[in-house]
């Protein structure tokens, strides 16, 4: 279970590193956790990815969004989240957050490096396609950044 002031973090976009406690986690006592930033959403339940079978149910632990569970599972599944958003109908979507780095570690040092001779390759919006899920990848060097957020319609 994650620390209160963890999730306030989150739901306040100041925490350091989201990538380190969102989507699925494997704690110390070898238990699996799903945690999931969702504002708007009322419910979350979690299906493995190919079958849709429900294999949990995430609880809100947070206003802005943040829902969290313990999943009887053994292993590391594929999974989507079915999500009730107020009074609509639920919608399935792919967790972000489950999907592994998207810019080599080659490719980082590059940057940092000031040899990357094509930087709008990697960064900015790029429409990709990851373990058969469609989708856009947002990239953005900003080192010195304590916050970095993308904003549209899309995510309201």
């Known amino acids: 279970m994650l620390a209160d002031g963890e999730i306030a973090a989150l739901a306040d976009a100041r925490h350091a590193d989201p990538f380190a406690v969102l989507g699925l986690h494997l704690d110390v006592a070898g238990a699996w956790w799903l945690r999931a930033m969702l504002p708007g ?12 079978r429900r ?22 599944v594929e999974y989507r989240l079915r999500v009730q958003f107020g009074g609509a109908d639920s919608v399935v979507l ?46 953005v060097w900003a080192p010195n950044a304590r916050r970095v957020s993308v904003v549209g319609q899309f995510n309201a």
């Open 41 to 52: 959403a009322v419910a979350v339940d979690v299906l493995e990815a190919n079958t849709q």
């Open 94 to 139: 792919a967790d972000a957050f489950a999907f592994g780095p998207q810019l080599s570690d080659s490719d980082l040092t590059a940057l940092r490096d000031g040899r990357m001779l094509r930087p709008y390759e990697i960064l900015g919006a790029h429409v990709r396609c990851v373990d058969a899920v469609d989708g856009v990848r947002f990239a």
């Open 55 to 76: 294999i949990g149910r995430l609880e809100q632990r947070h206003s802005n969004g943040f829902f969290e569970a313990k999943l009887a599972i053994t292993q590391r």
